[in-house]
């Protein structure tokens, strides 16, 4: 008996050691730690939330949108004072940025939804420009780049059938608030995979940002549970696997100006969405 009992309880050691070994797998990129975020719960009208933003000059405010309303909202992620503005009917909402005091949205079939910034939002937007300038695909990255123009990926794009790259967009804001397609890119899958192991999955990005610090950008992929980063070339320089537990729907994510990095995850299957904020540590 008592070598049976001893047997039982060397497999469990065993077995919390090797959940201990693996815990330990999930690393994080220079200056942050994955393993300690600041969690926010966030109220029911953003269990869908699927991008997330900061205005240059305003940065303690955080804009977000959710993927079935079309309204902005925002708030200070330490305060309960939740404010949003109507720019568009129900849709699929992806994305969104801010630059040269506009406020552009992605539609997963790319179209864009542009108007004016404002610090007091009437309860609607009158003055939206909606237009659909990308090829067919789906998308749901979007961010400003390091000459003030907008960078969009690829999650699933026709013009990437069967190819090994994801294809993303270089768009310019014109001074009526229009768009326009300035240029194109590509990410080499043999290049992901020379960072880190695919499993057999596609790359899907779900977000995107840049780090003004590094100069690098930050691409994050919900369905793959990881975190590439590349040059601004493209070039992958070093993913990261996410912990599930805490990234169980990472869908939205931003820089704020002292370099901290906000992760926002959908609900999903649990009860709330959550805000992880990552302090940046020199």
Known sequence: MMKTFCTFLIAILSCIACAQKKDKSYTSPPGYDFAQPDVVHLPHVLREISGITFHPNHPTMLYAQQDEDGKLYYFEPTSSDLQSVEFAGSGDYEDLAMVK?????????????????????PPTVSSVKSEKILPKGEYESLAVGPDERLYVLCKQCSVDKKTDQTTGYILDLQADGTMRVADSFTIATPDITSVTKMKGKAFRPSALAFNWRDKKWYVLSSINKMLLITDT???????YALDPKLFNQPEGMAFNQTNQLYISNEAGEEKQATLLKFNFHP
């Not at 070339?233 to 993913?239: C, E």
């Open 233 to 239: 070339s493209w070039k992958p320089q070093a993913a």
């Open 101 to 121: 005091d506009h406020v552009i949205l992605l539609r997963s079939d790319g179209t864009f939804f542009t108007f004016p910034f404002s610090n007091n939002y």
